[in-house]
């Protein structure tokens, strides 16, 4: 899948950007949203599957908070991982 430069989530454009480092709270953090200014932040220097299981990560993530759904971390994780692996596993990645 290409990381796209926009993508829409819940009728608003975000923005999604690649990036060297991501400014988080947690050391560990390979993307973030900003749901403030729309943006969403990947690590550059990932290898592409994982841009693009990180670039999931981070839609559920806005998804949750747009639909106020109040998912814990670990769902958001579970979720991520099995539907990378469907598009994946299923030849839908384009």
């Not at 690590?43 to 990560?57: D, G, I, T, Y």
Request: hydrophobic share 45%; aromatic share 4%; charged share 30%.
């Amino acid at each position: 899948m290409k990381i796209p430069k926009k993508i829409k989530i819940g009728g608003f454009n975000w923005e999604v950007k690649e990036v060297g480092f991501i400014v988080d709270t947690k050391a560990d953090a390979l993307g973030r949203m900003n749901p403030t200014i729309l943006t969403i932040e990947i690590l550059k220097s990932l290898a592409p599957e994982q841009r693009n299981s990180v670039l999931l990560h981070e839609i559920i993530e806005a998804i949750d908070m747009q639909c106020d759904l109040d998912l814990d971390h670990k769902t958001i994780c579970v979720l991520e991982t099995m539907l990378y692996q469907v598009l994946k596993d299923n030849r839908l990645l384009c």
